[in-house]
C-alpha cells in the first residue's frame, strides 16, 4: 500500500518570504500522481497543484511550485511571496495512474501559518 | 456556481441516531467520493462510485451506506451514530477515476 509522510507538522514564513513543504511517499507503482491541497480554517479543500509522475519537468501555479524527484519518492511545495491568504493546512497527496486505484492517499498534513 | 455542494454544513446529534449527508456536483464528473477527516486532520478515503457503481469500499463499519441515486449525486446514510464517527465528511467528485478530484466543503457531524 501506498504512503504519504508530511514530516512537518507546522511551519512558518514571513509575508513575501519563500517557505519549501516537504511531503515524501512510498510506491511500487511507476505511474501515478501526486497533489498538494490546501485546506484554509473554512476547511474547504482547494487544489493547489498537481504532478504527473511520467513528466520529468516540475508542475509551477502562479506563486507555488514543486520540486519532485521520482527517485529519491520527494515532492516538495515551494510557495514564493508568501501572503497572508496563503496560511491554512497544506496537505501531500497520492493517486494511482490506474482507474481502480483512485483513492487519494493522503500525508498527515503541514500547518503553515504567515506573519505579517 | 458550487461545483461540489453538501447539506448539511453542520450536523449534531445523539449516539444512537440515523443520520443522512447529501452530496451533490454540477460538473458533469462520473466519480464521486466520501472521505472522512478525524480530529487529527488525517483524511482517508470510505467509498467512491463511478457511474453509480461501487468502485472502493474500505474499511468502513457497516452502519455506513452511501447510495448514488444518479451520477451527480452521492449520499452518506449512517445508522446508529456512535461518539467516534464525529468528524467532518467530505465529498469529492472527478471527471473519471482517473482525475483530478475536487472537493464539498465538508460536513461537520458532531455525536452527543
Known amino acids: ?19 519549501t513543504l ?18 484554509p480554517p473554512s476547511r474547504q479543500m482547494i487544489l493547489v497543484i498537481r504532478q504527473e509522475a511520467y513528466k520529468q519537468q516540475n508542475a509551477t501555479e502562479n506563486r507555488f511550485s514543486v520540486n519532485f524527484q521520482k527517485a529519491a519518492k520527494s515532492f516538495s511545495l515551494k510557495i514564493s511571496d508568501s501572503q497572508l491568504g496563503d496560511a491554512a493546512m497544506y ?8 482507474a481502480s486505484g483512485s483513492r487519494l492517499t493522503f500525508g498527515e498534513g503541514t500547518q503553515l501559518t504567515v506573519n505579517p | 456556481d458550487t ?24 460538473l458533469g464528473h462520473d466519480t464521486m467520493y466520501w472521505y472522512k477527516q478525524d480530529s487529527k486532520k488525517f483524511l482517508k478515503i ?8 461501487l468502485i472502493i469500499n474500505e474499511t468502513v463499519p457497516n452502519r455506513f451506506s452511501p447510495k448514488s441515486p444518479d451520477k451527480a449525486h452521492l449520499n452518506l446514510h449512517i445508522n446508529s451514530l456512535e461518539l467516534g464517527d464525529s468528524a467532518v465528511y467530505f465529498c469529492a467528485s472527478s471527471r473519471d477515476p482517473t482525475d483530478t478530484q475536487y472537493f464539498g466543503p465538508g ?6
Open chain 1, 1 to 19: 500500500a501506498q504512503t504519504v509522510t508530511q514530516s512537518q507538522p507546522e511551519m512558518s514564513v514571513q509575508e513575501a518570504e519563500t517557505v
Open chain 1, 22 to 39: 516537504s511531503c515524501t511517499y512510498d510506491t511500487s507503482e511507476s505511474d501515478y500522481y501526486l497533489f498538494w491541497y490546501k485546506q
Open chain 1, 91 to 98: 496537505f501531500c497527496a497520492y493517486r494511482s495512474a490506474w
Open chain 2, 3 to 26: 461545483a461540489v455542494s453538501q447539506t448539511p454544513k453542520y450536523l449534531v446529534t445523539q449516539m444512537g441516531n440515523d443520520k443522512s449527508i447529501k452530496c451533490e456536483q454540477n
Open chain 2, 46 to 53: 470510505m467509498f467512491s462510485y463511478n457511474n453509480k457503481e
Open chain 2, 107 to 112: 460536513t461537520r457531524l458532531t455525536v452527543l
